[in-house]
């Protein structure tokens, strides 16, 4: 039973191909012809590249994810299979992450905003505060 349910779990990482695809396709006829893909540290795009650019980055870096995902699973299930659970877990938390940036990128060239907390990295943001107190 246990092997068998570490199997359906690693099979199931697979999934974050589709639910990455989901994300641009939804959005697809929406989404400008140039679309921004990478931000700097004030949440400002200074990187471009087409639409089928950007879900082909997004499903290359998850596809790449999982490669990699997959034969670590296997190794760490052969090798330490105490410790196969918890790196199972921390790969899908790391996928997760990976499909929350995706979708996030999708949407956020949808609207031009920058995300909810990007006032924590606005230049000043501190004194701005303290001078309202």
């Known amino acids: 039973m246990k092997r068998t349910s570490y199997t359906v779990a690693t099979v199931l990482m697979w999934l974050a191909l589709p ?4 994300s641009y396709l939804r959005v697809w006829d929406r989404l400008p012809a140039r679309v ?20 082909w980055l997004g ?3 998850i596809a790449f994810m999982l490669v990699v995902f997959t034969v670590a699973a296997c190794a760490v299930r052969v090798n330490r299979p105490n410790a196969a659970w918890p790196v199972m877990i921390v790969f899908y938390l790391m996928l997760t992450g990976l499909c929350l940036v995706n ?5 956020r060239n949808l609207n031009g905003q920058p995300p909810q907390a ?7 943001f501190p ?3 303290e001078s309202e107190a």
Do not use: K, M, Y
């Not at 639910?19 to 989901?22: G, P, Q, R």
């Open 19 to 22: 639910v990455t695809a989901l």
């Open 59 to 61: 499903l290359g870096i």
């Open 103 to 107: 979708n996030w990128i999708a949407l």
């Open 118 to 124: 990007a006032w924590l990295l606005t230049p000043g």
């Open 36 to 55: 921004a893909v990478h931000f700097d540290a004030n949440w400002q795009p200074n990187g471009w590249t087409s639409r089928a650019g950007a879900l």
């Open 127 to 129: 004194h701005e505060c």
